[in-house]
């Protein structure tokens, strides 16, 4: 790293080193990027790394909500509108029990440079609650999202910030959150979230798009191998909304998802996640209990391994965490490489650990995609969901699809054309870092400081 991006890391550390999550995130796109910032001295005059990494505007508040027996409870929320060069700010709302401003930032950070590499006008944002979702009734989950959107709603708008779902947010706490949002401006503005439902403005594809265009994504790299995605078959972790559209898609194509995990440990159907029963059967499951998979084994008769994650089998083709952050240490990376898998792809943000993603580069015979690239499909349909509501209109499914595809046709592209610019081959983790990172900082210089 050059000596401009390791100051300007030293006094990111010092003034954040507690956000590790966040720090975790910073030093990728440095280290991927510092080619491009050695070739634009300008980038150092206009101190424009640090601008970079310093949110825009964060802010934090307080949510009080009445459970079902009439007791109170306070949670804290935060929205952080990370970097609005390119766009409105843009990203999801997540709401787990371990939210902190550090994983908000993290998020954030990322996603502002995903938000850059759709193609499409979006900046970076990302928010949350540190609130369980977990066992609460459905009024519960009313009354939060109510008090959650009275307390950020003067913040937000379709031109201003359009937060979506992620962990623990889905359709309906959108339903919700947008009720509220609608009740207080006396406005109708459906262009103010995504991942709504299709009664009111969502967009056909998006509960599916993640999955849907990482497997696109994935075609692409295969495409570069001269291989196909015919019988490849995919191990996943989680079995949330993207790894479901995976094994959607994965279906759809001919390949299988044949090991899927959830926080009880994982499961190994050899002959995959394909038929619409199975795939309905995970909706069902995830509905009523989100914390345990083993359901499934025990209703189609598979394999269940408790507390187990299944990286490293020897019968897998393809490796795509699905889950959650740095859910992919150095130890299962290890067995990852040592079982022969020769593709990598991220899907949830940041799933690797800094350790073991240096260690599957490492590794020239294994493609890696990194997430910011393989999961864009899913923001990349918000910000087609944001365009049908500014056209007050509904596209097709096939419209939607067909451009969902596209997108990731062209974030492959763009990323491999980009680390083959800066003499790096075929690297997709410094090609999608670069490209996502040129267009902001270009963005940014050309209107100015502030
Ligand atoms: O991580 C992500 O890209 C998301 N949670 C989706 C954000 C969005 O605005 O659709």
């Not at 990494?53 to 007791?71: C, L, Q, Y």
């Not at 044949?258 to 309905?280: A, I, M, Q, R, W």
Request: proline share 4%.
């Amino acid at each position: 790293m050059n000596a401009y991006l390791q100051s300007v890391l030293e006094d990111i550390k010092e003034r954040h080193g507690h956000q590790k999550e966040f720090i975790q995130a910073v030093e990728e796109v440095f280290t991927c990027v510092e080619p491009v910032v050695d070739k634009h001295p300008e980038y150092e005059n206009a101190d424009l790394l640090t601008r970079m990494v310093d949110p825009e505007r964060m802010f934090s508040f307080r949510i009080t909500w009445m459970d079902d027996n009439g007791k109170w409870h306070t949670n804290r929320g935060w929205r952080c509108q990370f970097n609005g060069a390119i766009g409105p700010y843009k990203g999801g709302l997540r709401f787990q029990k371990n939210v902190n401003t550090g994983i908000i930032k993290f998020l954030g950070f990322e996603q502002t440079f995903k938000n850059s590499l759709t193609g499409l006008p979006i900046g970076g944002a990302k928010g949350g609650s540190d609130f369980d979702p977990a066992g609460k009734s459905d009024a519960e989950i009313m009354r939060f999202c109510q008090s959650y959107m009275t307390a950020l709603y003067r913040y937000i708008g379709p031109d201003i910030d359009v937060p979506a779902g992620d962990m623990g947010v889905g359709g309906r706490e959108i339903g919700y959150l947008f009720g509220q949002y609608r009740r207080l401006k006396g406005k109708w503005e459906n262009g103010v979230l995504t991942g709504k439902g299709l009664s009111y403005g969502g967009s056909l594809i998006r509960p599916e798009a993640t999955g849907y265009g990482a497997i696109y994504y994935l075609c692409e790299v295969l495409k570069h191998n001269n291989d196909t995605i015919e019988g490849k078959r995919i191990a996943t972790s989680g079995y949330g909304n993207v790894a479901w559209g995976i094994m959607k898609k994965a279906a759809q194509l001919g390949a299988k998802v044949t090991y899927f995990s959830g926080p009880d440990g994982y499961v190994y159907d050899p002959d995959g996640v394909t038929t619409d029963e199975k795939l309905n059967y995970i909706l069902e499951m995830r509905a009523k209990d989100p914390m345990h998979c083993k359901p499934y084994a025990d209703k189609f008769g598979c394999k269940f391994v408790a507390g187990e994650k299944a990286w490293g089998e020897a019968d897998v083709d393809v490796c795509m965490p699905a889950a959650t952050q740095n859910d992919v240490n150095l130890e299962c990376a290890k067995k990852i490489v040592a079982s022969g898998v020769k593709y990598y792809m991220e899907v949830a943000n940041m799933p690797t650990t800094a350790d073991a993603l240096e260690y599957l580069r490492s590794h020239k015979d294994i493609a890696v995609g990194p997430s910011k690239a393989v999961n864009a499909g899913g923001v990349g349909v918000s910000a087609l969901e944001m365009a049908q509501n500014s056209e007050r209109l509904v596209w097709t499914e096939d419209m939607v699809d067909e451009q969902l595809k596209n997108m990731m046709i062209n974030i492959h592209k763009v990323s491999a054309e980009a680390a083959e610019e800066y003499g790096l081959g075929y690297d997709l983790v410094a090609g999608a870092n670069i490209a996502g990172f040129k267009k902001v900082a270009e963005a940014m210089m050309e209107q100015g400081c502030f």
